[in-house]
Nanobody, 130 residues
Framework: VQLQASRGGLVQAGGSLRVSCAAS??????????AGWFRQVPGKEREFVAA????????KYADSVKDRFTISRDNAKNTVYLQMNSLKPVDTAVYYC??????????????????????WGQGTLVTVSS
């Protein structure tokens, strides 16, 4: 079971960046799973960014990124995306994708607490310059 995030990068303030997270392993192919993105800066706790249910029709965002970030997924590719627009220097962080199993394929539930997730990707650094 593995979650592999794409490379982040350096972006100017006001710019956009999309990161993806590819899930691999038989568990991801056989069972439905909810997904999320969190981020962390040194010295601070990991914070919730966005979450999505299995079918992709239910999402949740942190207030700090609402209307700027969009989470989506392609289940045929076992991949979750985070589109980040109007980036700000405060968005600079290591971004982590995460997955939660044991969800119904018809469930609209999304999860905003890190303790609710089962697997984590390795993290990808996004730096926004002013």
């Amino acid at each position: 079971v593995q979650l592999q995030a794409s490379r982040g990068g350096l972006v100017q303030a006001g710019g956009s960046l999309r990161v993806s997270c590819a899930a691999s392993g038989p568990t991801f192919s056989r069972f439905s799973w909810a997904a999320g993105w969190f981020r962390q800066v040194p010295g601070k706790e990991r914070e919730f960014v966005a979450a999505i249910n299995w079918s992709g029709d239910s999402t949740k965002y942190a207030d700090s990124v609402k209307d700027r970030f969009t989470i989506s997924r392609d289940n045929a590719k076992n991949t979750v995306y985070l589109q980040m627009n109007s980036l700000k220097p405060v968005d600079t962080a290591v971004y982590y994708c995460t997955a939660r199993f044991g969800v119904s394929s018809s469930s609209g539930s999304v999860y905003a607490r890190s303790s609710e997730y089962d697997y984590w990707g390795q993290g990808t650094l996004v730096t926004v310059s002013s």
